[in-house]
């Protein structure tokens, strides 16, 4: 089993950076795909970054790219998504997620909710214009 919580959300204007943390329980963390996901109010849950376990591999949704940076560190149980040159349109709030049971970092299906079966209870992050 796996406990995810979220921290570092806020407020900030555009152009400024966001940390977020995602605190995770389990024995075996190192072998879990972390991802963050978003949802802004009136939309879908969007994906947003995915890391492999042992971090190797990362995918981002193209509207991120270049601004974002998800990372981790397994001794900490700890994933983190830096944020900069945040946007208005970045706006949500985010939500880690485990998948603790598949093997491997498919970037064809790292994206689908459905993977993943242990989620946060999210932080909101606002950032004005």
């Known amino acids: 089993q796996a406990q995810l919580v979220e921290s570092g959300g806020g407020s900030v204007q555009a152009g400024g950076s966001l940390r977020l943390s995602c605190a995770a329980s389990?024995?075996?963390?190192?072998?879990?795909?972390m991802c963050w996901f978003r949802q802004a109010p009136v939309k879908e849950r969007e994906f947003v970054a995915g890391?492999?376990?042992?971090?190797?591999?990362?995918h981002y949704v193209d509207s991120v790219k270049g601004r974002f940076t998800i990372s981790r560190d397994n001794a900490k149980k700890t994933v983190y998504l830096q944020m900069n040159s945040l946007k208005p349109e970045d706006t949500a709030v985010y939500s880690c997620?485990?998948?603790?049971?598949?093997?491997?970092?498919?970037?064809?299906?790292?994206?689908?909710?459905?993977?993943?079966?242990?989620w946060g209870q999210g932080t909101q992050v606002t950032v004005s214009s």
């Open positions: 890391i492999s376990g042992s971090g190797t591999y990362t």
């Open positions: 997620a485990a998948d603790t049971t598949s093997v491997g970092f498919y970037v064809g299906s790292v994206d689908n909710p459905r993977k993943y079966n242990y």
């Open positions: 389990g024995r075996t963390f190192s072998s879990y795909t």
